[in-house]
């Protein structure tokens, strides 16, 4: 049984460049949620899917903020002319029921 | 809005000993859960126990144990026989049903020999 994985683990960008994350939920966990996270705070909701279907966007989901699940199964998040405020621990975080298990996280760093 | 409060910001333990994290949450729903989330440094968020609001029992996982006061919207975890592998940030968390979850701002716990 694997657990949620997050591809890059780290990303370092220039201002202005468009990134983009990977998340892969634990097989068969039929919801996928983002969440963000800056240094000593607590994770942050951005958005979530059930199956392919995109349900709620925080309003912290700036236009240059977008998602997707397609098929139902992995998700990208991908973050256009990327701003230094938009450096932080991107989590990604599957479920089936009640309980949420996340992934490591992908550190984006914006110079 | 639902908000959760975490007030301290950091705690410290000796090994061995006891130490209790406090959180306060705020919701006008009935039916909700409320979760400890440990996250040791630069590694990757794991639950530690989940509490669900229809239950008047505490939960309990091993040496980790919640007092739940619903009335008082209050949500402490008691660490008993501290070790030094509990070191992290420890998040209180609220959701209602599949909803997405609600963060306080952590309490880092310090376990020293």
């Known amino acids: 049984d694997t657990g949620v994985s997050q591809n890059p683990r780290h990303k370092i960008t220039k201002r202005g460049q468009n990134v983009t994350f990977r998340c892969d939920p634990i097989?068969?966990?039929?919801?996928l949620y983002w969440y963000r996270q800056t240094l000593g705070q607590g994770p942050e909701f951005l958005t979530y899917f059930q199956n392919e279907a995109q349900l709620e966007k925080s309003r912290l989901l700036s236009d240059r903020f977008s998602a997707e699940r397609p098929k139902g199964s992995f998700s990208t998040l991908e973050i256009q002319r990327t701003e230094q405020g938009d450096s932080a621990m991107y989590l990604c975080?599957?479920?089936?029921?009640?309980?949420?298990?996340f992934g490591p996280g992908t550190r984006l760093t914006v110079t | 809005a639902q908000t959760v409060t975490q007030s301290q910001p950091e705690m410290s333990v000796q090994e061995a000993e006891t130490v209790t994290l406090s959180c306060t949450y705020d919701t006008s729903e009935s039916d909700y859960y409320l979760f400890w989330y440990k996250q040791p440094p630069s590694r990757q968020m794991i639950l530690v126990i989940r509490?669900?609001?229809?239950?008047?029992q505490n939960a309990t996982e091993n040496r980790f144990s919640v007092n739940f006061q619903k009335a008082a919207k209050s949500f402490s975890l008691k660490i008993s026989d501290s070790q030094l592998g509990d070191a992290a940030m420890y998040f209180c968390?609220?959701?209602?049903?599949?909803?997405?979850?609600?963060f306080g701002t952590g309490t880092r716990l310090q376990v020293f020999p």
């Open positions: 975080a599957s479920s089936l029921g009640v309980e949420q298990y």
């Open positions: 509490q669900e609001a229809y239950k008047q």
């Open positions: 968390a609220y959701r209602r049903h599949t909803d997405k979850l609600i």
């Open positions: 097989s068969e966990h039929n919801r």
